[in-house]
C-alpha cells in the first residue's frame, strides 16, 4: 500500500514531520534554513531529504526534485511568526512574516490535495486578524480555500501534558472534499490542572505522569559533563511506556526506530548556584519562584507553555525553565521532551541552548497527529505502517557546531546571525 506524501517547510527539528509520519503520511522532502536543526531533522528522519536553505529561495520543482514526485497530498509547515507574537512587539511589517507568503506561493507550486499552516495564537488577535484575513484572499486566488472559522488548538486537549495555544490554518484545493478540526480528546480523570487559568481543560497526561519513570539526573556525574548515560529508568505510566517504546500505540503508523533504550539522553545538568537551589526547595509545586519568575510544576498538573528563547541574532538566550516539581532545578531538555510528547528515541542537539530551542519552537507530535489524522481521513485513506526500520545511534549530527554542520549541508555558516555567531560559539564550548 501506499502511504499519503506530505512536504514540511520550516521543519525545525521535526515535531510536525512526526506528527504527520505517526498519522501515516510519508514526509518526502524537509526544507529548514537552520543547518543545525536540519542536523537534527536528518539524524531523526534518516528516510527524509532536508533542503537546507531558506525557502524563500526554493522552488516546487526543487522540492518535488528531491521528495523524487510530482504528487503532493498535503503541505504543512509553521512560517517564523515573531512579528504576529504575543510575546513583546507585533509587527505587522517585520520582515520575517514575508516567509507566510512564501510558503503560500510553494502551495501554489506544489498543489497538494491539502495544507496546514501553524503559527502563533497572536495571528488570530486584534489587528493581525487582517492579516490572516490577507492570507485566506491570496490562498483563494490561488485556488484554495480556507476551513473557517480558521480554531486555535491547545495541546494540552490532544493527550500532551502542557498548555500550549497555536493557531492552525487548514486548507484545500477546490477539486477535494474540506477537512475538519480534531476534536478535543478526553480521558477518565479526577484531578484538575494547575495553574487555576487551566481547570477549564480537559484532562491530559500529569507532568507526573510524563517524567515519573525517567532516572535521577542527580545520582549520574557524567551528566555534568555530557547529555546521555546509560541508566537505571523507574516504572513508566501508561504515557511514559508509550514515549520509551515499551507499550504500542494503535495509532501510531510511523516507521520503527530501533536505539538503545537504556541510554538516558537529553540530560545535561545545569549547575544552579545554593542560592538559586534554596529558592527552588522554598518554592510549592503550581507556585511561581519570585526571583527567577520560574513556574515549579505541579506534579498532579500540567506543564506551562515551553518556550524557545532568543534566536542568536537577539543575544542567543535560553527562555525560562520550569522547576522540576521534585529536585530544586530546571527541568532538562529530555524532560522538556517528555512534556512536548516526543519519544525518547527522538534526538536533540547536545547543547542546551540548542536542545531547547528545538523543542519550544516545535508543534508537540501528538498535536501535530491529530491534525494530520483529518486530512488522512478527509483523503479517505487508510494508514498503515510501513516496514522500515530506522537503526539510530550517537552520531556528529547532534553536536557539531554551526560550524561543522553548516559545512556539512555546503552552506554559510554566516546564514543564521553572523553578527553574533562569535558568541553562540562560545555558549557551544
Known amino acids: 500500500m501506499v502511504r499519503p506524501i506530505a512536504i514540511d517547510l520550516f521543519a525545525g527539528a521535526g515535531g510536525m514531520s512526526l506528527g504527520f509520519e505517526q498519522a501515516g503520511f510519508d514526509v518526502r522532502a524537509a526544507v529548514e534554513l537552520d543547518p543545525i536543526h536540519c542536523a537534527v531533522h536528518e539524524y531523526n528522519f534518516p528516510q527524509t531529504p532536508v533542503l537546507c536553505k531558506s525557502v524563500a529561495e526554493v522552488t516546487g520543482d526543487e522540492i518535488r526534485q528531491i521528495a523524487q514526485t510530482q504528487n503532493v497530498d498535503v503541505v504543512f509547515g509553521g512560517p517564523?511568526?515573531?512579528?504576529?507574537?504575543?510575546?513583546?512587539?507585533?509587527?505587522?511589517?517585520?520582515?520575517?512574516?514575508?516567509?507566510?507568503?512564501?510558503?503560500?506561493?510553494?502551495?501554489?507550486?506544489?498543489?497538494?490535495?491539502?495544507?496546514?499552516?501553524?503559527?502563533?495564537?497572536?495571528?488570530?488577535?486584534?489587528?493581525?486578524?487582517?492579516?490572516?484575513?490577507?492570507?485566506?484572499?491570496?490562498?483563494?486566488?490561488?485556488?484554495?480555500?480556507?476551513?473557517?472559522?480558521?480554531?486555535?488548538?491547545n495541546a494540552a486537549h490532544y493527550g500532551v501534558p502542557q498548555y500550549r495555544e497555536r493557531l492552525f490554518l487548514l486548507g484545500h484545493r477546490g477539486d477535494v472534499p474540506p477537512p475538519v478540526y480534531p476534536q478535543p480528546q478526553t480521558r477518565p480523570a479526577n484531578r484538575t490542572p494547575t495553574p487555576k487559568h487551566l481547570r477549564s481543560l480537559p484532562p491530559s497526561p500529569t507532568v507526573a505522569e510524563a517524567l515519573q519513570?525517567?532516572?535521577?539526573?542527580?545520582?549520574?556525574?557524567?551528566?555534568?559533563?555530557?547529555?546521555?548515560?546509560e541508566a537505571e529508568f523507574g516504572e513508566p505510566s501508561e504515557?511514559?511506556?508509550?514515549?520509551?517504546?515499551?507499550?504500542?500505540?494503535?495509532?501510531?503508523?510511523?516507521?520503527?526506530?530501533?536505539?538503545?533504550?537504556?541510554?538516558?539522553?537529553?540530560?545535561?545538568?545545569?549547575?544552579?548556584?545554593?542560592?538559586?537551589?534554596?529558592?527552588?526547595?522554598?518554592?510549592?509545586?503550581?507556585?511561581?519562584?519570585?526571583?527567577?519568575?520560574?513556574?515549579?510544576?505541579?506534579?498532579?498538573?500540567?506543564?506551562?507553555?515551553?518556550?524557545?528563547?532568543?534566536?542568536?541574532?537577539?543575544?542567543?538566550?535560553?527562555?525560562?525553565?520550569?522547576?522540576?516539581?521534585?529536585?530544586?532545578?530546571?527541568?532538562t531538555v529530555r524532560e522538556a521532551a517528555r512534556l512536548h510528547?516526543?519519544?525518547?528515541?527522538?534526538r536533540f542537539h547536545a547543547?542546551?541552548?540548542?536542545?531547547?530551542?528545538?523543542?519550544?519552537?516545535?508543534?508537540p507530535p501528538r498535536l501535530a497527529r491529530a491534525v494530520a489524522k483529518e486530512i488522512m481521513e478527509v483523503l479517505e485513506a487508510t494508514p498503515?505502517?510501513?516496514?522500515?526500520?530506522?537503526?539510530?545511534t550517537d552520531s556528529p549530527l547532534l553536536t557539531q557546531?554551526?560550524?561543522?554542520?553548516?559545512?556539512?549541508?555546503?552552506?554559510?555558516?554566516?546564514?543564521?546571525?553572523?553578527?553574533l555567531l562569535k558568541g553562540r560559539r562560545k555558549k557551544e564550548a
Open 80 to 153: 517564523p511568526c515573531q512579528g504576529f507574537s504575543l510575546m513583546g512587539k507585533r509587527l505587522l511589517d517585520d520582515p520575517r512574516n514575508t516567509l507566510v507568503f512564501h510558503f503560500l506561493r510553494l502551495v501554489s507550486e506544489l498543489q497538494p490535495k491539502y495544507f496546514v499552516m501553524e503559527n502563533v495564537k497572536g495571528m488570530a488577535v486584534g489587528k493581525h486578524k487582517g492579516g490572516i484575513d490577507a492570507i485566506i484572499e491570496k490562498f483563494d486566488a490561488c485556488g484554495y480555500t480556507v476551513v473557517t472559522p480558521y480554531c486555535v488548538l
Open 213 to 229: 519513570d525517567l532516572p535521577e539526573i542527580e545520582q549520574y556525574e557524567e551528566l555534568l559533563r555530557g547529555d546521555s548515560v
Open 239 to 331: 504515557y511514559g511506556a508509550i514515549l520509551r517504546g515499551l507499550a504500542i500505540e494503535p495509532e501510531d503508523y510511523s516507521d520503527r526506530r530501533q536505539y538503545d533504550r537504556r541510554r538516558l539522553t537529553g540530560s545535561w545538568r545545569t549547575r544552579h548556584n545554593a542560592t538559586s537551589v534554596d529558592r527552588f526547595n522554598n518554592t510549592k509545586p503550581g507556585q511561581v519562584e519570585p526571583v527567577s519568575r520560574f513556574l515549579r510544576l505541579d506534579p498532579n498538573g500540567i506543564c506551562n507553555t515551553l518556550r524557545a528563547g532568543t534566536p542568536s541574532s537577539r543575544g542567543a538566550f535560553t527562555s525560562p525553565r520550569p522547576i522540576h516539581p521534585t529536585f530544586p532545578r530546571c527541568i
Open 341 to 346: 510528547s516526543y519519544p525518547d528515541w527522538f
Open 351 to 363: 547543547t542546551k541552548w540548542h536542545g531547547f530551542r528545538q523543542i519550544g519552537n516545535s508543534v
Open 384 to 392: 498503515h505502517k510501513s516496514d522500515r526500520v530506522l537503526r539510530l
Open 401 to 419: 557546531p554551526m560550524t561543522d554542520a553548516a559545512r556539512h549541508y555546503g552552506v554559510s555558516h554566516h546564514v543564521i546571525a553572523p553578527r
